[in-house]
């Protein structure tokens, strides 16, 4: 398939989905499903960077999450310290920028430690933005930012009239990252499940049904294609696009 590489999305989020359900399917536990899914990950980043795409947001751990058995969390939290161990090497190979979006205070100690430190080997990096969504929750995003203009209208140092989008983009976890282009979803389920609210406000949705182990390069570009036939009007009427 042939992908037009001047529309390449500049912001794509994925909410990596279908874990555990595909680890099912092959008669095994949840684990072997996140480990292999982190294979997907790998996969996944690299294609992005080499596709050009110059944001990549990934929904790894949502705020909800925590409600899953206390073993799957600690497995989730341990593989997350392993992959990034693993993977400085690659990203400092790709030139790729990682970050992170979410409440990094409610990690365990050693899990923001490696998160610090891949952040900070990273920075100086050009290429790609990749950004993990981790303890991160839409709700709690914008709620956290209103907390902080609240404070700042209190002390005078905002007035309330000048309180706009611009004022509120700023107090976001995501303040640094364009509005979402494409967000795909993995294995079938269509919601958005607390991620980015505020920055997909236009993003085009795509839903598939490849669970996320099996997602790969083809089917990140069969994405991107989908993306590519879309008009996006911004509220516009076709035929002013095409004037
Ligand atoms: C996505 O896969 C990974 C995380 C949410 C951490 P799931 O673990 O949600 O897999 P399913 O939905 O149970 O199949
Ligand atoms: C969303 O997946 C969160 C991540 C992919 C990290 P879930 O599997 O937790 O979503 P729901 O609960 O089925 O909506
Ligand atoms: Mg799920």
């Given at each position: 398939m042939n992908l037009d590489l001047s529309k390449i999305p500049s912001h794509v989020a994925i909410i990596m989905d279908g874990n555990g359900r595909w680890a099912k399917a092959q008669g095994k536990n949840r684990l072997f499903g996140h480990k292999t899914g982190v294979k997907a990950v790998q996969k996944i980043v690299e294609e992005s960077a080499r596709l050009g795409i110059e944001n990549l947001t990934l929904y790894?751990?949502?705020?909800?999450?925590?409600?899953?058995?206390e073993k799957e969390v600690t497995i989730l939290m341990t593989l997350l310290v392993s992959s990034l161990k693993k993977e400085l090497k690659q990203m400092t190979e790709n030139n790729i920028l990682f970050n992170t979006i979410g409440?990094?205070?409610?990690?365990?100690g050693p899990v923001q430690k490696e998160l610090k430190y891949t952040i900070e080997q990273t920075q100086n990096n050009s290429g790609m933005k990749l950004t993990l969504a981790l303890n991160y929750g839409g709700k709690e995003e914008l709620t956290q930012a209103f907390k902080e203009i609240a404070h700042k209208v209190k002390n005078n140092?905002?007035?309330?009239?000048?309180?706009d989008e611009t004022i509120i983009n700023k107090h976001?976890?995501?303040?640094n990252l364009p509005d979402v282009d494409l967000l795909i979803r993995t294995s079938g389920e269509e919601r958005?499940?607390?991620?980015l609210l505020w920055k997909i406000a236009y993003a085009e949705l795509y839903f598939t049904e490849i669970l996320w182990p099996e997602f790969n390069e083809s089917h990140l570009h069969l994405a991107i294609h989908d993306y590519q036939k879309r008009e996006r009007r911004f509220g516009k009427t076709s035929e002013q696009l095409n004037a």
């Amino acid at each position: 398939m042939n992908l037009d590489l001047s529309k390449i999305p500049s912001h794509v989020a994925i909410i990596m989905d279908g874990n555990g359900r595909w680890a099912k399917a092959q008669g095994k536990n949840r684990l072997f499903g996140h480990k292999t899914g982190v294979k997907a990950v790998q996969k996944i980043v690299e294609e992005s960077a080499r596709l050009g795409i110059e944001n990549l947001t990934l929904y790894a751990f949502s705020t909800e999450n925590w409600k899953r058995p206390e073993k799957e969390v600690t497995i989730l939290m341990t593989l997350l310290v392993s992959s990034l161990k693993k993977e400085l090497k690659q990203m400092t190979e790709n030139n790729i920028l990682f970050n992170t979006i979410g409440d990094l205070s409610k990690l365990p100690g050693p899990v923001q430690k490696e998160l610090k430190y891949t952040i900070e080997q990273t920075q100086n990096n050009s290429g790609m933005k990749l950004t993990l969504a981790l303890n991160y929750g839409g709700k709690e995003e914008l709620t956290q930012a209103f907390k902080e203009i609240a404070h700042k209208v209190k002390n005078n140092i905002i007035s309330p009239e000048n309180v706009d989008e611009t004022i509120i983009n700023k107090h976001l976890y995501t303040q640094n990252l364009p509005d979402v282009d494409l967000l795909i979803r993995t294995s079938g389920e269509e919601r958005i499940s607390n991620f980015l609210l505020w920055k997909i406000a236009y993003a085009e949705l795509y839903f598939t049904e490849i669970l996320w182990p099996e997602f790969n390069e083809s089917h990140l570009h069969l994405a991107i294609h989908d993306y590519q036939k879309r008009e996006r009007r911004f509220g516009k009427t076709s035929e002013q696009l095409n004037a």
